[in-house]
């Protein structure tokens, strides 16, 4: 998947149940569950994306984060299935209305592996030990252009720009500008 959007979801943005999801300079944005839910695992790469959730009128966004991470599916109390997973989440940005909007959860019974590099989170202070985090920014906000209106182009206050990714050579953004100087999120600066 490359320079995508996907908005206005009253379920998921993608699921991935065991998927294998190469997506790059995509937004997700205003879905009513996850913007991003990796279930049971799979091999899954996102790089240069921005997942968002603030809510509308239409779209409550009050309790589900804006991106989930796991490495099992439980059914029910007693039944639980499991699948390896390797991901990874490069130049991404995952904000919105929540305290964290990220959620990464593992079990034993099964290999793990989360890289997230030089991206932008809302996060809270649970870091699980399969998550391995390089020039992370936690907590700040990206100062997205007009959230309330869909438009998540950064400002020029943001955090997220430029240099706190790592360079992209060869990749647009949304708007078709060649990442240069390692800009985080779906839109360069």
């Known amino acids: 998947m490359n320079r995508s959007v996907i908005k206005n979801s009253i379920g998921f943005g993608i699921f991935s149940w065991q998927g294998n999801v190469n997506a790059t300079s995509c937004l ?5 569950s996850q913007a991003l839910a990796i279930v049971q695992g799979g091999n899954d790469t996102f790089t240069s994306c921005t997942f968002a959730n603030y809510g509308t009128a239409q779209l409550n966004h009050n309790s589900e984060p804006t991106v ?3 490495n099992y599916f439980r059914i029910d109390q007693n039944t639980i299935y499991f699948g390896n997973l390797n991901a990874a989440l490069n130049n991404c940005i995952v904000y919105g209305s929540l305290d964290s909007e990220i ?6 019974r099964a290999n793990a592996s ?3 590099n030089n991206c932008l989170l809302k996060m809270g202070d649970v870091r699980e030990p399969f998550v ?7 907590n700040q906000d990206p100062m ?28 647009l953004d949304l708007d078709g500008k060649p990442f240069a ?7 360069k600066k």
Do not use: M, Q
């Open 103 to 108: 959620v990464c959860d593992t079990s034993v």
């Open 28 to 32: 997700f944005h205003t879905t009513g």
């Open 68 to 70: 989930a991470i796991l």
């Open 114 to 116: 989360l890289r997230v």
């Open 144 to 171: 997205f252009k007009d959230e309330n209106k869909g438009d998540f182009h950064l400002t020029s206050g943001s955090p997220s720009v430029p240099g706190s990714g790592s360079f992209a050579g060869g990749l």
């Open 181 to 187: 100087d390692g800009d985080v999120g779906c839109y």
């Open 132 to 138: 391995h985090f390089s020039n992370t920014l936690f």
